[in-house]
């Protein structure tokens, strides 16, 4: 699933990483200084990064149904996906918990959602393991000198260039993913 020639679920995930993450925060401080506001905020935060991992799910579960099977990225994505899916599953127990006093949440509630963000940390690691390591939704033509993908038309259906700088690098056939001089 792609926006403007990029992947859609890397672009949705920040939302519910940064809102899931910043509601433990709050219960942090909330521990330490004991205002309930805190724990009030974690409450509607919780709620839209509940939103944000459903909105980002749709597209991570296309992307993942076209890594081919029997491969490391599919194991890999499926761990993600699963994981994320528990993620989502905790912080919204969490929410349930708080929801009759925002402000006064029980430590279950709390304790639910420091679980959450230790396996959303593992969870986005894997989805970092999913792009950086094994090329999951790297564009076949990305490369250090690769032109926008608002203006060029992605590997496979190169135009003749312009010029130097928006050709693919001489002999480039996409696996490389960078310049054979910036290997070193």
């Given at each position: 699933?792609?926006?403007?020639?990029h992947?859609?679920h890397?672009m949705f995930?920040?939302?519910?990483?940064?809102l899931l993450?910043t509601?433990?925060?709050?219960?942090?401080i909330?521990?330490v200084?004991?205002?309930?506001?805190?724990?009030?905020?974690a409450?509607?935060?919780?709620?839209?990064?509940?939103?944000g991992g459903?909105?980002?799910?749709?597209?991570?579960w296309?992307?993942?149904?076209?890594?081919?099977?029997?491969?490391?990225a599919?194991?890999v994505g499926?761990?993600h996906?699963?994981?994320?899916?528990?993620?989502?599953?905790?912080?919204?127990a969490?929410w349930?918990?708080?929801r009759?006093?925002?402000g006064l949440?029980?430590?279950?509630?709390i304790?639910?959602?420091?679980v959450?963000?230790?396996l959303?940390?593992?969870t986005a690691?894997?989805?970092?393991e999913?792009?950086?390591?094994?090329g999951?939704g790297?564009?076949d033509g990305a490369?250090?000198?690769?032109?926008?993908?608002l203006?060029?038309?992605?590997?496979?259906?190169w135009?003749p260039?312009?010029?130097r700088?928006t050709?693919?690098?001489?002999g480039?056939?996409?696996a490389e993913?960078?310049?054979?001089d910036?290997?070193?």
């Open positions: 699933v792609k926006l403007a020639g992947p859609a890397p995930v920040v939302f519910p990483l940064g993450s509601s433990v925060a709050f219960d942090v909330y521990l200084t004991a205002t309930p506001r805190w724990t009030e905020v409450f509607y935060v919780i709620g839209a990064g509940l939103v459903g909105a980002a799910a749709l597209p991570g296309v992307d993942w149904a076209a890594i081919p099977g029997g491969t490391r599919r194991r499926l761990l996906g699963v994981g994320n899916l528990a993620v989502l599953a905790l912080f919204a969490s349930l918990l708080r009759p006093d925002p949440p029980s430590d279950v509630a304790g639910l959602g420091v959450g963000a230790v959303l940390a593992a690691w894997l989805g970092g999913l792009v950086d390591r094994l999951v790297v564009d490369n250090l000198d690769a032109p926008s993908s203006t060029e038309p992605p590997v496979g259906a135009r260039a312009r010029d700088r050709a693919p690098p001489e480039y056939t996409g993913r960078r310049l054979p910036a290997r070193e």
